[in-house]
């Protein structure tokens, strides 16, 4: 595809609800973040994969939240049990991987969680 | 710990008039600066990206400059117009493997008044 997507753009989910958020990069990026951006704040860091690898998932805030991407394309994050807290847009973003090249993300349009 | 601070949080300009948005960073080991622009309900679109070694960038009426040494970047926008109200982001990447995080300011709400 042209741009990283993310499905669905907007979810409600009552509290105590498990909500999966799938993100589909850019085709031919090694790498895939995924961000936390709460109502007027910026986006902060939850989990990176290289390919099929999670090599950094310590900014994933509890233990309810599950990220995967099995086959190192789509990715989808899992919030379990989900709280109002939780409410926030949460962004995926991908990049290449080249030896002295930018390492630029790109983002896709995020998804917006509201939990009730 | 890297910490991004923008200033200022908000800022609302007439049309026409040229403007600075600030950032500034607390670890000067980074790769490279990147200022992104976020609309309303939108993802983040990236503006420009300046390498550690790079001391500006210019994209249109946007010139990022970089100051490594003293923690700062600024985002130059010149003649505003109403098109360019949004809200401004700056990230930095660390000095890291090529899958590290990036941290972000807060961000700068830009408006422009016809």
């Known amino acids: 595809g042209a741009g990283v997507s993310q499905s669905p753009r907007y979810k409600v989910a009552k509290r105590g609800q498990d909500v999966a958020l799938r993100c589909d990069p850019i085709?031919?990026?090694?790498?895939l973040f995924w961000y936390q951006q709460a109502l007027g704040q910026g986006p902060e860091f939850l989990t990176y994969f290289q390919n099929e690898a999670q090599l950094d998932k310590s900014g994933l805030p509890s233990d309810r939240f599950f990220a995967e991407r099995p086959e190192g394309s789509v990715s989808t994050l899992k919030i379990q049990r989900t709280q109002q807290e939780d409410s926030a847009v949460y962004l995926c973003?991908?990049?290449?991987?080249?030896?002295?090249?930018?390492?630029?993300?790109?983002f896709g349009p995020g998804t917006r969680l509201t939990v009730t | 710990k890297q910490e991004v601070t923008q200033i200022p949080a908000a800022l609302s300009v007439p049309e026409g008039e040229n403007l600075v948005l600030n950032c500034s960073f607390t670890d000067s080991a980074i790769y490279n600066l990147q200022w992104f622009r976020q609309d309303p309900g939108k993802g983040l679109t990236s503006l420009l990206l300046?390498?550690?070694?790079?001391r500006e960038q210019t994209s249109g009426r946007l010139n990022a400059s970089l100051d490594k040494s003293s923690g700062r970047s600024t985002l130059y926008i010149a003649a505003s117009q109403p098109g360019d109200s949004a809200t401004y982001l700056c990230?930095?990447?660390?000095?890291?493997?090529?899958?590290?995080?990036?941290?972000f300011g807060e961000g700068t709400q830009l408006t422009v008044n016809p």
């Open positions: 085709s031919g990026h090694v790498s």
């Open positions: 300046i390498q550690s070694s790079q």
């Open positions: 990230a930095v990447r660390p000095l890291e493997t090529s899958g590290s995080r990036l941290t």
């Open positions: 973003a991908s990049s290449l991987v080249v030896a002295g090249g930018s390492y630029e993300q790109y």
